[in-house]
């Protein structure tokens, strides 16, 4: 799998208040570098527009070369913030090492078509991705996963039956589902409180009725 060179650049920053609101302003965000291998941390912005334009082809273990004025850093997006209104306020970037194991999670990428989808049966995907630890240069943007096994109702894929090269140690059970095959389960229809309510009083009616008939 050929990996694609995704670039960013971006600006040392101060630590203000101040500075992030006329950042925003400017349409850049805030954003702060760490790893084992840095001394201190490395505060920085990016162009809001062009980290969007990264994050839309960015995986968790998509490694970004970010420039730092003329310095490129190899680093993975940690985390992202957004406020209540959407809109993205912080960025962490974690800074790799070439030999220095890492935690990531690895995309799942789906391959061919379930047969059970055809037979109108549901494709339910518990993992969105695997979590791994490796080294920076193993690095892939996804497992592959082939669901044209998926048949019947009942049918499995557990993270065992990918195949998860060697260089890769699995931080979760082999036996956690991938993805299962069942059946669509038809909604019931609820009856309404007021109608239950009305046959209980129509009911209580007639037991009455018939109460006082045996008498």
Not at 138 to 166: A, H, M, T, Y
Not at 170 to 189: M, N, P, S, W, Y
């Amino acid at each position: 799998m050929i990996k694609e060179k995704i670039e960013l650049k971006s600006q040392k920053r101060e630590l203000k208040r101040s500075e992030n609101k006329s950042l925003r302003l400017d349409n850049k965000v805030p954003a702060v570098i760490y790893g084992h291998s840095l001394k201190e941390n490395i505060y920085v912005s990016v162009d809001k527009t062009e980290f969007l334009k990264v994050a839309e082809i960015a995986e968790k273990s998509s490694i970004i070369d970010l420039d730092i004025e003329g310095k490129t850093h190899k680093v993975l997006i940690n985390d992202a913030s957004w406020n209540y209104k959407g809109d993205l306020v912080h960025i962490d970037f974690y800074e790799v090492k070439k030999g220095e194991k890492l935690t990531t999670e690895i995309a799942i990428e789906t391959l061919g078509e379930a047969p059970a989808a055809k037979k109108g049966l549901l494709i339910e995907q518990h993992l969105e991705a695997i979590r791994v630890k490796c080294t920076p240069e193993d690095l892939i943007k996804s497992f592959e996963v082939d669901i044209s096994s998926l048949s019947e109702d009942g049918d499995v894929i557990r993270i065992s039956d990918i195949n998860v090269p060697e260089k890769f140690e699995l931080l979760q059970d082999k036996e956690d589902v991938v993805f299962i095959v069942q059946t669509i389960r038809e909604k019931v229809e609820e009856v309404p409180e007021e109608a239950t309510a009305e046959v209980k009083e129509e009911t209580g009616s007639q037991v009455k009725e018939e109460k006082s008939e045996q008498k």
